[in-house]
């Protein structure tokens, strides 16, 4: 097992091996110049079992400029898998490039399961992002679990990507008992091709109570389809 933190500017890393954390408060993978990685189980970068009794507070996935390859080769999550306590964590994956990730299972780029507690924001925005693909479901990304607050998929550059199941690129499932307060996918300037061959929600499949209101608008779709009418 190789442990190393991702939180400088300079960092490249070419590998098969994930990297594993646990009892953690707060996490940033910031900054990256270089990152390419392939596991053979869940968690093609990075793994991550949280077992601190707080939860995690605040998760930051930014400025990642050179994402070349990511992979889980018989598990879930690409490019980085959670499982474990959230404490009303905030979650940004922000700014990043990703040339090509996938999952064998659930989650293309990034997958959320098995977690107590909840996520109170969710924030994707100012990515760029080739190609990502997930066998099951999320082709992008997939969050099973309690998010208490808002959801939003803004001003990204690029996105494309598949998914075998349910949600070619966002797949939610979201538990909390109030449900959301707001989601919207706003001012996207290239939602490219999007697809969940033998599922529902090309783009996105939500699953939930949601309170708030669902905002559409100023996006640029060029394909989106699923297998299930």
Known sequence: ???????KRTNRYIGKNKIKYNRIKNRNIIGNKRISSISSASGGAF???NNDSNG????NINDNSQIEKAESGQGAGGFMYYTGNLNKCVFNFRANTITS???KTNGGTICFENI??????YNFSGNTITSTKAEGAGGLMYCDGSISGSIKIEANNKL???SGTNGGAF?????DVNGLTGFAVINNKQLGNFEAVKGLGGLLYYSGK????FVFSGNTLSSSKSGID
Not at 116 to 121: A, H, K, Y
Not at 171 to 175: R, V
Not at 210 to 213: D, E
């Open 101 to 103: 990730s996938s999952a």
């Open 210 to 213: 949601a309170n708030g209101s």
């Open 160 to 162: 494309g990507s598949i």
């Open 1 to 7: 097992m190789v442990q190393r933190r991702f939180t």
């Open 171 to 175: 797949y939610i499932n979201n538990t």
């Open 47 to 49: 793994y991550i079992s």
């Open 56 to 59: 995690l507070t605040g998760f």
């Open 116 to 121: 107590n507690g909840q996520l109170r924001d």
